[in-house]
């Protein structure tokens, strides 16, 4: 019922950087959280950066300072500028978003993930 797509994955050498975006849709009321998550070779999941609908942001310690999260709520498309990459930021990222549908049930989905490959 909401599909997320990501766009803007590739590769880079290290210091390089990257921008990442991610387009919701669907029957979409509102959503509140959007993430990006980032998954590496025999590595779990984790969370890189979220955002909230009021603009409130978090960050993995390993990123604060060198990526930024945005957000255009009237769009339903968020971003992630990633700048100064490092070869461990290598993997797959994930975009999240959870929300409300026009039904008003909740929704939790995932977009199909982009590579990321930094070089050194």
């Known amino acids: 019922q909401v599909l997320l797509v990501e766009s803007g994955g590739g590769s880079v050498q290290a210091g390089g950087s990257l921008r990442l975006s991610c387009a919701a849709s669907g029957s979409i009321f509102s959503i509140n959280i959007m993430g990006w998550y980032r998954q590496a070779p025999g590595k779990q999941r984790e969370l890189v950066a979220s955002?909230?609908?009021?603009?409130?942001?978090n960050y993995a310690d390993s990123v604060k300072g060198r990526f930024t999260i945005s957000r255009d709520n009237a769009k339903n498309t968020m971003d992630l500028q990633m700048n100064s990459l490092r070869p461990e930021d290598t993997a797959i990222y994930y975009c999240?978003?959870?929300?409300?549908?026009?039904?008003?049930?909740?929704?939790?989905?995932w977009g199909q993930g982009t590579q990321v490959t930094v070089s050194s």
């Open positions: 999240n978003a959870d929300g409300v549908l026009r039904t008003f049930r909740l929704f939790s989905s």
């Open positions: 955002i909230t609908a009021g603009g409130s942001t």
